[in-house]
């Protein structure tokens, strides 16, 4: 089994930046690839951004260029930096992690709320 805890939500101004981590904990040398995903109320829960153990990332659209996902394999941790935020990026955040056995991301953290409002 796989434990993930994020941290760093919060409520911040629109061209704010805010920095989400996740530690890992259990069997941590079996995730492969990390990723955070984010839902807003209403909306269906959605990529935002992807990491793999060798660090390769992937990004969807409408981050490009202001979000970056960075991961430390020996703290077992993977961070999600948000600049230029905007109000269409209020969402709980969750942070998941994919076995390297495969079968996608089966584990997930709790999430924390990220709210872009003046």
């Known amino acids: 089994q796989v434990q993930l805890v994020e941290s760093g939500g919060g409520l911040v101004q629109p061209g704010g930046s805010l920095r989400l981590s996740c530690a890992a904990s259990?069997?941590?040398?079996?995730?492969?690839?990390m990723a955070w995903y984010r839902q807003a109320p209403g909306k269906e829960r959605e990529l935002v951004a992807a990491?793999?153990?060798?660090?390769?990332?992937s990004y969807r659209d409408s981050v490009k260029g202001r979000f970056a996902i960075s991961r430390d394999n020996a703290k077992n941790t993977v961070s999600l930096q948000m600049n230029s935020l905007k109000p269409e990026d209020t969402a709980v955040y969750y942070c998941?992690?994919?076995?390297?056995?495969?079968?996608?991301?089966?584990?997930w953290g709790q999430g924390t709320q990220v709210t872009v409002s003046s």
């Open positions: 998941a992690a994919e076995l390297s056995t495969g079968g996608g991301y089966n584990y």
């Open positions: 990491i793999t153990r060798e660090g390769d990332t």
């Open positions: 259990g069997r941590v040398f079996s995730i492969s690839a």
